[in-house]
């Protein structure tokens, strides 16, 4: 799946409009409707719905969703806040609302208008959608403070108001609210994929609102999800007569005094991925280890009892991997240079392992071509 920047989405949604055609404020109750439609499957009529409409086209969004709810029976209360002008698409809601008459509806113009929340009462965030480019003030932080004060659940509409698509450095969390799911539309956005907004986005939810395929196919962007669809494309099929003499033979280098365990669940784990057979390359006092709790691995053992030194001839091998509970000594870093300067199979450079190149940025132009350099939080 791709991944768009706030001002790409919206050039995508004005894309649709255009050429599907569907006017805007239907695209709109297509959002709303798949947004009603989770609700629906999520929740009991008992709990009361309290949705909180900003002015912009995300409070359009909102008061769509509060009408489609009221249709099917849930206790809603809408309250619009009051700080700009509506746009044309949350006029139309809103009078399709009032038209309704099955919403109570209140207007939030300061902070003497909030309105109660109790923890079993369901909230629904419509206050402000990707747009924003600095924190809120005024009202709406009032607001987003107060829902992240009392509320017990809140649903985001699109994305947590208060929140930017993309870099939010310089944003203050306290005026961002704090979701429990977030339900969003084609996409989401970069700053979900941030653990520092966790705790504002929530569980996030893509719905597929149909925006125009080939405006999703001609927006170049940098950023993209993996989707299983598309790694089940990269596997190799296996025939019907293959086993472990072809099916490749991975090295995979890792322990060390202390994290065995990491060499256990590294091998485990390439052994799992598909490879024929799997060495592991672990110091001498992790023999016992390994043939007791792992013996489908074939053991190659270090000249050190204690950590890894150098590399056993690369030969056999059709694949390698180092790095996972490796340790940081120098030895081991010898013993990584050595590894590649002889390596010519693919490499896969891990944990440790890249603590060790990280101290070592002459060694860069080492790297065999392809190597794998795993994300790393270091």
Not at 163 to 191: C, M, W
Not at 202 to 215: F, M, N, S, Y
Not at 286 to 314: H, K, M, N, R, W
Not at 362 to 367: G, I, N, P, Q, T
Request: net charge neutral.
């Amino acid at each position: 799946m791709k991944i768009f920047r706030a001002q790409q989405v919206r050039e995508i949604d004005a894309y649709t409009i255009k050429n599907e055609p569907i006017r805007s404020i239907d695209l709109m109750e297509r959002a709303a409707t798949r947004l009603t439609g989770w609700y629906v499957r999520h929740y009991h009529t008992n709990r009361k719905v309290m949705i909180f409409a900003g002015p912009g086209n995300n409070g359009g969004d909102a008061m769509a969703m509060a009408r489609m709810l009221a249709d099917r029976q849930f206790r809603v209360e809408c309250y619009l806040l009051r700080f700009g002008k509506l746009s044309e698409n949350c006029s139309i809601n809103l009078e399709r609302l009032n038209d309704q008459a099955l919403v109570k509806l209140n207007e939030v113009s300061d902070e003497g208008t909030l309105p109660e929340i109790a923890k079993e009462d369901v909230v629904v965030d419509g206050i402000f959608g990707c747009g924003l480019s600095r924190s809120v003030t005024g009202l709406p932080a009032s607001v987003i403070r107060h829902i992240n004060k009392k509320a017990g659940t809140v649903i985001a509409i699109d994305i947590p108001s208060g929140l930017f698509g993309e870099d939010n450095a310089g944003n203050d969390y306290k005026q961002v609210i704090r979701a429990n799911h977030t339900i969003t539309f084609q996409f989401p956005f970069l700053s979900f994929f941030f653990d520092l907004h966790e705790s504002h986005v929530g569980q996030w939810r893509v719905h597929d609102i149909k925006l125009h395929p080939k405006a999703i196919e001609d927006t170049a962007t940098d950023y993209r999800t993996l989707e299983a669809e598309a790694i089940r494309g990269l596997l190799p099929q296996r025939g019907k007569f293959a086993h472990k003499g072809t099916l490749g033979h991975a090295l995979m280098i890792s322990g060390c005094y202390g994290m065995m365990g990491a060499a256990l669940l590294a091998g485990e784990a390439c052994l799992r991925s598909g490879t024929g057979l799997l060495t592991l390359h672990v110091p001498k006092f992790g023999y016992s280890i390994i043939q007791t709790a792992f013996p489908e691995a074939i053991v190659s053992l270090d000249q050190s009892d204690i950590l890894f030194s150098e590399p056993p001839d690369l030969a056999p091998y059709s694949a390698i991997g180092i790095g996972p509970g490796l340790g940081c000594k120098p030895n081991s870093g010898k013993g990584l240079k050595m590894l590649l300067e002889r390596a010519s199979v693919p490499l896969v450079i891990d944990a440790d392992g890249l603590n060790l190149l990280a101290q070592h940025p002459e060694w860069f132009d080492l790297l065999p071509e392809g190597t794998i350099l795993t994300p790393h939080p270091k």
